[in-house]
């Protein structure tokens, strides 16, 4: 987002300007003006070095370099000592004269007079990366940008309060959307990747804005296809999620009143149980039938506590099985922000479970459905999947990794898994101690004896096991 909007920076400067991604021969090698790199994930750091080493190589380009984004600023010193290249902090949020100069001369940047004259108040450039395939089918759906930036809360977890510092309540969006369509047509979406919509002030008046671009409630696109008419049904989407402790229901009323699809809720915690379920049925009530939530897991957590609160969800379903409600759950591992790999583990987790929860994602590409069927008596696929109950659920956790992936042929056509809830059942909770110091490390390697016939028998399930998924 960032490169775009530079991109149309520098082309509002009548500057040319070639985007590139990760390492390209023939850009590196070329003077350049002013040469960008953003970065996103810490866990990317390697990379992120790789490749400012790789441009800076270029001395007449070195002091023209500028390098920014998510991993950048939170480890920006890190960043300057290993490069010795400049490190921008934060947002493109600075006064610029001559966006200025553009906002007295042109009506269609007019408003940045009253959001304020900066890069990040621009739209982003959709051309540079039409022709990239890894980010065509967002740009072909939808329009994404912000209508507010920051957060109020100052969550330990969460890198807002390190990339976005200071909360700004409103940035208009009709502006924007209209010079979009002007450029590149209209689009079915509007992605809103605003950090906390709901603690702004004008709240309210982003919403008659989003209605009044055209996205409103059960709103059609309509455009012209091989001589067919054709209507797309359009869609809001709050990305980063709606905080659900800042939601009334006059708040929540006029969520429904735009195509919102779907209602992202955080559900981080356990504590916010009651919240949760009170919010999620006063959304339902208001015609919001389809729900996505983010759920937080290996920060101050338990594995039951995770089980819990997607089964909530399962609940929720349950309690309004007439009203073709859909919910969605995406568990989402904690990072610390400022860590260059992804190895922590919490205090109430091991990586053995970690790896767990991630093979039983696999499936789903890392969505949690709660939608129930009449397979396993009705339960649905949670149920499968997760276990029916707290205690299933951690003893699925501590299964050889190829029992949980291939659940159904170890189960059902050879009864492995059976052998393995037999002997695990059996086990006192000092040999269950022995047994998770040998497995929470992750995949088993070892064969030697232990201090009992039982574990030295369970132990036999894990040799050489893998994650292939088999078919017979």
Known sequence: MGLMKLSRYHKLLEDDVLYVVGKNKEACFKFWDKVYVTSVFTYDYKHLIDTVKYYSGN???????????????????????????????????????????????????????????????????????????????????????????????????????????????YIPIKPRIEILRSEVGDRAGLLLLDNNIAASDTFFQIIDEIKDSGYAANEKMVYQKNGRTIYKKRFVDFNQGVDLRLLDEEKMKALATIAIDPLRLAFDDISLADQYIE??????????????????????????????????????????????????????????????????????????EIRAVQLILQATHGIVSHSLSQDQGGKGYFYRAFGGSEREFCEILWMPYHYIVNRDLYEYKNTNINDWK???????????????????CGRYQGSANHSSSLINKILEHYVGEHTVVVRK
């Open 59 to 169: 001395l007449f380009n070195f002091g023209n370099m500028v390098v920014g984004g998510v991993a950048a600023t939170l480890l920006s010193d890190k960043v300057e000592k290993e490069t010795g290249v400049k490190v921008h902090q934060g947002l493109l949020n600075q006064h610029d004269s001559k966006l200025e100069e553009l906002a007295k001369s042109n009506s269609e940047y007019a408003y940045l007079l009253k959001a304020g004259c900066t890069i990040d108040n621009l739209p982003p450039d959709y051309d540079i990366v039409a022709d990239n395939t890894k980010y065509s089918k967002i740009i072909d759906n939808s329009f994404f940008m912000y209508s507010t930036k920051g957060c109020p809360n100052k969550c330990a977890f969460c890198a807002v309060r390190k990339l976005e510092p200071k909360y700004v309540d």
């Open 279 to 352: 919010k999620t049925c006063l959304a339902i009530s208001c015609g919001i039938k389809r729900l996505s939530n983010y759920m937080l897991f290996n920060f101050k957590d338990k594995p039951e506590d995770l089980y819990k609160r997607m089964e909530i969800n399962t609940q929720i379903i349950k309690d309004h099985q007439d009203e073709n409600v859909k919910i969605f759950s995406f568990p989402m591992r904690y990072s610390p922000i400022d860590q260059t790999n992804r190895s922590y583990i919490g205090k109430h987790w091991t990586k053995r």
């Open 422 to 440: 037999t002997l695990f059942k059996n086990i006192k909770s000092d040999q269950f101690d022995e047994l998770k110091l040998v497995l929470s």
